[in-house]
């Protein structure tokens, strides 16, 4: 997971005649920020999400996934119920993460779908893509959220 954080941060794009971080970190985290979150929800936190939060921070991803204190909610309805969302992309969606198993899950008002296994494929899955979150974004096959079957996970 170190080396996966160490990318992430260490990555720069080119804008115009400068290179840009990939992640523009707004806030620190402390263990004292993650237990008051964990407390609130009620649940555990994700092993792979709190170390990424505290190395990394709340910030943005390419301004296209935003993690922040103010996302981190219990999904209360639906399939997705029990679920934990953790970040929004540029587009209001949410993502959210199953304490049980880890599993990664995009939430818009469309539907849903899983997109990993734990927060690490997430991540990984996210570098070998380029940080184009939009494109793998549109090429999950969402559930509906009235659908009652269980969330596949999309190639």
Known sequence: MKKLI???????????LIKKPIYQTSSRVSE?????????????????????????????????????EDWFCLLE???LQGKVAFAQDDKENTYAYDPKDGAIYFVSQNGFARMAD???????ELIKRKYNLAAWRDSLQLQHHNDSTKPQAAA
């Open 6 to 16: 160490k990318t992430i941060l260490a990555d720069k794009r080119r804008r115009f």
């Open 32 to 68: 004292m920020d993650l237990f008051r979150i964990a407390k609130k929800l009620d649940c555990k936190l994700s092993v792979g999400l709190s170390k990424w939060l505290l190395s990394a921070g709340y910030g943005d991803i390419e301004n296209s996934l935003s993690f922040r």
């Open 77 to 79: 309805n639906g399939p």
């Open 118 to 124: 734990n927060f690490r494929e997430f991540l990984q």
